[in-house]
Nanobody, 121 residues
Framework: QVQLVESGGGLVQAGGSLRLSCAASGRTFSSYAMGWFRQAPGKEREFVAAITWSTRYADSVKGRFTISRDNAGNTVFLQMNSLKPEDTAVYYC?????????????????WGQGTQITVSS
């Protein structure tokens, strides 16, 4: 069982930056693929970024967001730069037992509670 707790959300102006953190429980953190998803009001939850030993990004965030992980600290990060109003959403951290990059939410086994990001114009 893995428990995930996100932090770092908040309100930011367009063009600004935020860094999300996701702290994971468990001693096998390094074996999990980790991902970030987001869900805006009235929309489906969508893939943002994922990391194993490599990374993958949604086209909408490529070049602006960076996912990273600290296996010793059981933490995954999402650095978000050049934020836009359309980035406003609840952001979720997720863990997958699959040891490859996965982008579909159905492939993730554990989810955090989410953290709100609001980007004002």
């Amino acid at each position: 069982q893995v428990q995930l707790v996100e932090s770092g959300g908040g309100l930011v102006q367009a063009g600004g930056s935020l860094r999300l953190s996701c702290a994971a429980s468990g001693r096998t953190f390094s074996s999990y693929a980790m991902g970030w998803f987001r869900q805006a009001p009235g929309k489906e939850r969508e893939f943002v970024a994922a990391i194993t030993w490599s990374t993958r990004y949604a086209d909408s965030v490529k070049g602006r967001f960076t996912i990273s992980r600290d296996n010793a600290g059981n933490t995954v990060f999402l650095q978000m730069n050049s934020l836009k109003p359309e980035d406003t959403a609840v952001y979720y951290c997720a863990a997958s037992r699959r040891r490859v990059i996965v982008t579909m939410k159905s492939e993730y086994d554990y989810w955090g509670q989410g953290t709100q990001i609001t980007v004002s114009s």
